[in-house]
């Protein structure tokens, strides 16, 4: 996909000329940090939060 290497690219040359305790540092970090992981890992790691934030609110009494 082009214009996922044109991001990566992007952030490749961006990262090191933004402050990293700035809070666009700290963003694009995590993103070069989580680039790796794969669509699977992170749908698994999504579905588990979501599946704990349900399970906690489902339950009388937990709401905001």
Do not use: C, F
Not at 1 to 29: F, V
Request: net charge negative.
């Amino acid at each position: 996909m082009p214009i996922i290497e044109e991001i990566r690219s992007w952030l490749e040359d961006t990262l090191p000329q933004i402050p990293s305790s700035s809070a666009t540092g700290k963003a694009l970090s995590y993103l070069h940090n989580e680039w790796g992981h794969s669509v699977g890992d992170t749908g698994a790691w999504l579905q588990r939060v979501l599946r704990g934030h349900l399970n906690y609110y489902a339950v009388p009494g937990n709401q905001p």
